[in-house]
């Protein structure tokens, strides 16, 4: 194609169009001696090209039904059409009736069309009638499965159609300032809120007082979330809630209500269409409501009197009596207008004593509340387009800002919406994809967990490459290796909204402030088919790996410098059945079996949010579990698999000093109907190594298992699309021997999770 | 000079013909779990020879056996060290905090003596066969925040306890003879790091204690950031003089955790401590100091072992059996009282025994915090005392550390004294009256203290923290507690209660709270009162009424610990006594019991027992509506 070097540089598209119309008229201008009179359509299923006129005339060619053949002359029946480019190659076809009265060949364009109007290239008949081989294609590569050739089967004319128009008749059509509003232009009415139909909100239409190739899409989600759960948590050792709450874990029972508004907001320059566009700018604001209700004081702020109803009682009674100190009462409630009992000690004279009575039960308060809102940046990112680099719109773009990233399939090792600059792109038909990339981790927000933009960047960098290669090692499977590299240099303490400090962790030897780590990570990912490698299998995998290695300057429970040496390893097989896909899970993340020697060899993430095992239906990855009397760290975060016993995924650091994971799971999805789908899974844990738990908590445990987390959930989509889907899931963890050592109890034998969360999407 | 043995003068021997060569460290001289006098000189030897290394011009090092006898006393340098307790949170002068210990009455030159015994007697009073802790140890778990660096945690576990083993308390051993422990310590429990634990097989022996220069603070760490080492003086000098008797590493506080914090031994670069070698047998570069009631001067002297008789700690025969109790303590109290004095509602003997007894019975299937290998049950003290606060029993299980001999003693006479309605009058009588004012502000009730609410010391406790609620910063004072000025050496009543008697040292008193004369009044809390969990009013029943008739209490372990064992212990006993009641004429037998929830402080935690509290079931809610 000689056309093609061209297109090198778009930016002179538009030129070259022009001159790519120069140069598809001047064949015509070669041939303008047989510039073709008409055109015809075999109707026939398969007709005859001859040599001559003449039924008797040798066969040339035959060409099947749909085809459309330049006529340059006609004797009566006889049609002379072009063969192919050649000079003088050309054939004559017999016009023939059919049954029902139709033609064999259908006059198409009728004659006396005007040529130059006619868009395309001109038709030979013999390109037609081609080898069969689609040219270009390497043998190995061509798409599986039989092709057939398109065949156009077109009505048959009835008379009544209209012709073209004449080209000395007076123009009928009107020129239209903006191709974009034809149809308003036409007297149709879409209104702004109606996002189905063309709507300059949407993206749809340019702005066309920005410019005609520049678009706005403005976005909202609405998600409401009502969650009720049974957590372990500790009872605060100053204030009880209850006079009964004599033990170190207090009533599980919590439930969390959230609701968060998204507004997604973007303009593009471009063509969205037919090329990557130049540029994006987007901002995401987020406004989000939460509130939480536990049993327990202490658990939601650090101030337990910070607690619903004992809010007041801080601040009631102070009384500066007492040489300049402060003193405050706090009013036992029940207390007043209580007559004291009669308690006397066995040597007063008994005769002071009055009868007991029953025992009187004071007012209980049985929980504790905490209302708290944000508002913050999910989103703020410039992309700009760099370049084209092949006529398949291959491409390089940098993308600078708060952005969303993840960098394997299921978002295992780093799925942040975090600041940073991002270059990447794709090659050889986006066969080859590549990230290049630094991230700055933003300070998220405690209670809603969103970007706090109003606090300074984290001293936490990401530098990462990844490339993906598509169709390696088989086709319809893609793979990615990665190197991200991790490094933290915060030094300074820091409390969390509620007032607990969150950096470093609580735990162990924990020094004032946290100290430095810095971990490469290695990685391969992959996604896909197996079917080129077991066709009748049908399988699906996803898998990735991981190898962990740096230094920890000084690891909290180790109480030393650390080098981290940590593996992960996730995989899921699947396979659909029709409506119903079958999943089977495994995952290994590394453990440490020694954590006061010096080598760290649990494995952690950087920002872990997990789309594997159930995801967020199951309750191991959905609850974080505090590791009560262990520290001020959790088991496990929240959205998140791994057991790395941080102080917070959001707000902690990394911590390799952690007992690891074994995970085993099968799990299926259910397309009950195309509005509804249910989500079941059953995943075995167990911690790899138990020794850090048995150190922090100075405790042996009598085996490594966490317990059987069983979940299921709906999804329910009303209107068969996004802009309404309704979740509900609901999942238990029955304790095995490990995690009952560590929690034990009736209450804690069997935890619930369960949430109903709706999105609304405009 | 009869320590000096044949061994010894040929090892002095040794040495004169092979002078330039180093000695190895101290060798043991037996293997008796003892300190023996030549090992007592080869540790001192050892200090000694260390701090001349360091240029240390001044130095005193105490060296006791495990129930506090002191062995050694020794000085280096003509003009002994001058004291000053600080805190380093307070400029000026407060309670005990930025005092000059040489300036106190009866102290002058004998104040770097007393520290030296004190940090010694504290790294052998907190240290077991299963756990070594240091003085470094004591100062990290007795501080506002736990850990002392993270604003809005609780107290450290032991938050108080420097106010124990008081030398002015009735129950602690007085005279500079070896003899039964557990000894008093001239300065109560050090927070001071230079005191470390000593062992002979995995035995523990004894202590040391050290005080350095000049001018020496007896203080506290309040840096305890691990990554900034401290590098102490006198920290390097004890450490380095423990050679040939250090614990096993896995013992050591830095190896064991409480509610997943890891606790501190020593803050000194390993590669400053000198090598573990010694040049000679016997110390001559200083002298041997006497001090009265501790250390007659004349030498290093061998100790007891502990669990013989002459010890003081002993295993107990009859209902105890298995279990080690006070052969006689004090003498003018019994370990088993009639209940005259309380007629028919005081604890009988058996009783006493029974709540014991059920008490070392939880604390022997109890896990243990504190000590190390995993899986140990926790090693404890009960004890009982009646409501005036006479110690009618203790028991211990075998290895429980010696500082819960007087601490149990504080804690059970804290629960039963907070607890009747006689409290605020005797608070005022002690001169505690400004904190009955303030409790009554913070309850809200002019009758605080005087009602008859049931106080455990957990209670007591959380109204004696320099924050309430406990170590939420920019909260006000608890109303026991000082306020901003408030320091380990400035802690509000427990320290006010016995500060005169501190601070005029008056060692033979038979109790510890004095009035505004000096003269001792005896309001139930003779060896002073405590602030950190493990002690329960106990409440018996009769015609419908309510007494109060005593407490129990454990120490020994972590705190949650104490707590537990006492608390389930009482219950325990109670259902034993109630399902078998004493064949006597009494018609309806009540036995002791704990009180009734409705008279507990409403709001403030009573108890709280730990996490996965049992060796032997996976029960985590042992405590739950009790």
Redesign the interface.
């Known amino acids: 194609m000689p056309h093609a070097k061209l297109f090198d540089n778009p930016r002179s598209s538009r030129f070259l169009l022009r001159c790519l119309l120069c140069l598809s008229l001047l064949p015509l201008v070669l041939e303008a001696a047989l510039a073709p009179i008409m055109t015809v359509q075999v109707a026939a299923p398969r007709v005859r090209l001859l040599r001559t006129p003449n039924d008797k005339a040798g066969v040339v060619a035959e060409v099947d039904r749909g085809r459309l053949l330049d006529v340059l002359s006609r004797q009566g029946d006889w049609y002379l059409v072009r063969l192919s480019n050649l000079p003088g190659a050309t054939a004559w076809v017999k016009q023939s009736s059919l049954a029902h009265g139709d033609s064999a060949l259908i006059p198409f364009v009728a004659p006396g069309t005007a040529i130059g109007a006619r868009r395309g290239p001109v038709r030979y008949a013999e390109d037609e009638i081609g080898s069969g081989q689609e040219p270009g294609k390497m043998p190995g590569l061509a798409r599986p499965g039989p092709r057939g050739r398109p065949v156009v089967t077109l009505p048959p004319a009835t008379g009544l159609e209209l012709s073209a128009p004449a080209p000395n008749l007076p123009r009928e059509s009107l020129p239209l300032p903006d191709r974009w509003r034809i149809m308003q232009s036409l007297g149709f009415k879409f209104p702004w809120y109606d996002p189905y139909n063309q709507n300059v909100l949407k993206g749809d239409i340019p702005v066309r007082e920005l410019g005609d190739d520049i678009f706005i899409n403005v976005g909202a989600v609405v998600d409401g979330l009502a969650e009720f759960r049974e957590v372990p948590i500790p009872?605060?050792?100053?204030?009880?809630l209850r006079?009964?709450?004599?033990?170190?874990?207090g009533d599980p029972t919590q439930n969390l209500q959230a609701a968060t508004v998204l507004l997604n907001l973007s303009l593009t320059k471009g063509n969205t269409t037919y090329m990557p566009p130049e540029l994006e700018l987007r901002l995401a604001p987020v406004f989000n409501y939460n509130r939480a209700e536990v049993r327990e004081a202490?658990v939601l702020r650090?101030?337990?009197?910070a607690c619903g109803d004992y809010d007041q009682l801080?601040d009631v009674?102070?009384?500066a009596?007492?040489?300049?100190?402060?003193?405050?009462?706090?009013?036992?409630?029940?207390?007043d207008g209580l007559d004291?009992?009669?308690?006397?000690?066995?040597?007063?004279p008994v005769s002071d004593?009055?009868?007991?009575?029953p025992?009187?039960?004071?007012r209980q308060r049985d929980h504790c509340t905490r209302h708290d809102s944000f508002a913050g940046i999910q989103e703020f990112f410039l992309d700009y387009h760099l370049r084209d680099v092949s006529p398949r719109y291959d491409f390089d773009s940098i993308r600078v800002g708060i952005q969303p990233y993840t960098n394997d399939f299921r978002g295992f090792l780093f799925q942040d919406l975090a600041f940073g600059v991002r270059l990447f792109g794709n090659r050889d038909n986006n066969h080859w994809q590549y990230n290049l990339a630094w991230f700055r981790r933003i300070e998220k927000d405690t209670n809603s967990g969103l970007n706090d933009i109003t606090r300074a960047l984290r001293e936490d960098d990401t530098f990462l490459f990844n490339v993906y290669r598509q169709d390696f090692p088989l086709v319809g499977f893609t793979s990615e290796l990665s190197v991200a590299h991790n490094r933290n240099g915060e030094d300074q303490?820091y409390?969390d909204t509620n007032?607990?400090?969150i950096r470093p962790a609580?735990?162990?030897?924990?020094?004032?402030?946290p100290?430095p780590y810095q971990v490469t990570y290695l990685g391969y990912s992959g996604d896909g088919h197996l079917r080129a490698l077991w066709p009748a299998g049908r399988l699906n995998l996803t898998t990735s790996t991981y190898v962990a290695l740096g230094s920890h300057?000084?690891n909290p429970?180790a109480?030393d410098h650390q080098n981290i040496r940590a593996f992960f390893h996730a995989s899921e097989l699947s396979r659909d059945f029709n409506w119903i896909r079958l999943r089977g899970s495994v995952l290994y993340a590394s453990g440490d079996s020694d954590p006061?020697d010096e080598d760290a060899t649990g494995f952690d993430a950087i920002f872990e949010n997990p789309l594997f095992a159930g995801a967020d239906t199951s309750y191991w990855v959905r609850q974080g579990i505090p590791?009560?009397?262990?520290?001020?760290?959790a088991l496990s975060g929240r959205n998140g698999v791994l057991a790395n016993l941080r102080s917070s995924k959001e707000q902690g650091q990394s911590n390799f000093v952690n007992p690891g994971l074994f995970l085993l799971g099968v799990g299926g999805d259910f397309d009950i109907a195309p509005q509804l789908r249910l989500i079941a899974n059953v995943n075995h844990l167990r911690f790899a190594e138990t020794e850090t738990l048995?150190?922090?908590?100075?405790?042996?445990l009598r085996d490594n298992e966490i317990g059987f987390d069983l979940s299921a959930g709906v999804q329910w989509r009303p209107y068969f699309n996004q802009n309404m889907v309704i979740n509900a899931s609901g999942a238990v963890l029955l304790a095995g021997r490990g995690l009952?050592?560590?929690?034990?109890?009736?209450?804690?034998n069997t935890l619930y999770s369960t949430f109903i969360n709706a999105l609304f999407t405009f | 000079m009869t320590r000096l043995r044949l061994p010894a003068l040929f090892l002095l021997v040794l040495c004169a013909l092979c002078a330039p060569l180093a000695f190895a460290a101290c060798g043991v001289h037996d293997t008796l779990p003892r300190l023996h006098a030549e090992e007592v000189d080869c540790i001192v030897q050892q200090a000694v020879e260390v701090s001349t290394r360091k240029g240390v011009t001044a130095m005193t090092v105490a060296v006791t056996d495990r129930v506090g006898n002191v062995l050694g006393l020794y000085q280096l340098g003509a003009t002994p060290s001058r004291v000053r307790i600080r805190s380093g949170l307070l400029s000026a002068v407060r309670a005990l905090d930025n005092v000059v210990l040489n300036d106190l009455p009866i102290v002058g030159d004998s104040a770097a003596p007393r520290a030296a015994i004190a940090k010694a007697i504290t790294a052998a009073y907190f240290s077991s066969a299963g756990n070594a802790f240091s003085t470094r140890t004591a100062g990290f778990i007795v501080q506002r925040h736990f850990?002392p660096?993270?604003?809005?945690?609780?107290g450290g576990p032991l938050f108080g306890v420097q106010f124990s083993q008081l030398a002015c308390g009735d129950f602690v051993q007085k005279g500079a003879a070896i003899g039964p422990g557990s000894r008093a310590s001239p300065l109560g429990a050090a927070a001071d790091p230079g005191g470390f634990p000593l062992y002979k097989s995995g035995q523990m022996v004894g202590a040391i204690g050290v005080v350095a220069g000049a001018n020496s603070i007896y203080g506290i760490d309040l840096?305890t950031?691990?990554?900034a080492l401290d590098n102490d003086l006198e920290e390097i000098i004890a450490q380095s003089a423990t050679a040939g008797f250090r614990p096993k590493l896995g013992i050591r506080a830095?190896?064991?955790?409480?509610?997943?914090?890891?606790l501190?031994y020593t803050d000194s670069d390993g590669r400053l401590l000198t090598p573990d070698t010694v040049t000679g047998a016997v110390p001559t570069a200083g002298v041997w100091v006497p001090l009265t009631n501790y250390f007659p001067g004349t030498g290093a002297r061998t100790g007891v072992q502990y669990g013989q008789a002459e010890s003081g700690f002993q295993p107990a025969t009859g209902t105890l059996e298995g279990y080690f109790s006070l052969p006689r303590r004090p003498p003018r109290e019994s370990v088993f009282p009639s209940t005259a004095?309380?007629?028919a509602?005081?604890l009988t003997q058996r009783e006493v025994e029974t709540l014991l007894k059920q008490t070392l019975d939880v604390a022997r299937v109890t896990?243990?915090?504190?000590r190390r290998p995993?899986?140990e049950y926790a090693q404890v003290t009960a004890t009982v005392v009646d409501?005036?606060g006479n110690v009618l029993g203790q028991a211990r299980t075998p290895d429980a550390l010696i500082d819960s001999s007087d601490v149990t003693i504080q804690k059970a006479r804290t629960a039963v004294f907070f607890?009747?309605?006689?409290a605020a009058d005797r608070l005022t009588l002690a001169g505690g009256g400004?904190y009955v004012?303030?409790a009554q502000?913070?309850?809200?009730?002019s009758?605080a203290f005087r009602?008859?609410?049931?106080f455990s010391t957990?209670a007591v406790g959380?109204i004696h923290?320099p924050n309430?609620?406990?170590?939420?910063d920019g909260?006000?004072?608890g109303?026991l507690s000082?306020?901003?000025?408030w320091s380990p050496f400035n802690v509000g009543l427990e320290l006010d209660l016995v500060l005169r008697n501190l601070q005029i040292l008056r060692e033979t008193p038979s109790t510890c709270t004095l009035n505004s004369s000096n003269v001792g009044v005896n309001i139930g809390l003779a060896n002073g009162m405590t602030i950190f969990p493990g002690g329960f009013p106990i409440?018996?029943?009769m015609n419908?009424?309510?007494?109060?008739?005593g407490a129990i209490s454990a120490s020994g372990d972590?705190s949650?610990q104490s707590d537990l064992i006492a608390?389930v212990g009482l219950q325990r006993a109670t259902e034993a006594l109630a399902a078998a009641p004493p064949p006597t004429l009494m018609v309806a037998y009540k036995p002791p019991r704990h009180?009734?929830?409705?008279?507990?402080?409403?709001?403030?935690?009573?108890?709280?027992?730990?996490?996965?509290p049992f060796l032997d079931s996976?029960?985590?809610?042992?405590?739950?509506?009790?």
């Open positions: 009872v605060n050792p100053t204030i009880a006079d009964t709450a004599s033990d170190a874990f202490g650090a101030d337990p009197l801080g009674f102070t009384s009596s007492d040489a300049g100190n402060p003193v405050v009462g706090i009013d036992v409630p029940g207390d004291l009992l009669p308690v006397v000690p066995a040597e007063d004593l009055e009868p007991t009575g025992f009187e039960v004071y303490q409390q007032d607990f400090v609580i735990v162990g030897s924990a020094a004032q402030d100290e300057d000084f429970i109480g006061l590791l009560v009397g262990g520290g001020g760290i048995e150190f922090l908590r100075a405790q042996t009952r050592d560590l929690y034990g109890g009736q209450r804690h | 850990p660096l993270f604003p809005n945690t609780p840096d950031n691990p990554v830095d190896r064991i955790t409480a509610g997943g914090i890891t501190r004095s309380q007629g509602l005081g896990r243990s915090q504190i995993l899986g409501a005036s607890s009747r309605p006689t400004s004012t303030s502000t913070f309850f809200g009730r009758d009602n008859g609410r049931a957990r959380s923290r309430f609620p406990d170590g939420i909260k006000p004072r109303p000082r306020g901003a000025d409440y018996r029943e419908g009424s309510l007494y109060i008739i972590g949650d608390f009180p009734p929830s409705s008279i507990r402080v409403s709001g403030l935690k009573y108890v709280q027992c730990p996490q996965s996976t029960v985590q809610d042992p405590c739950a509506g009790l």
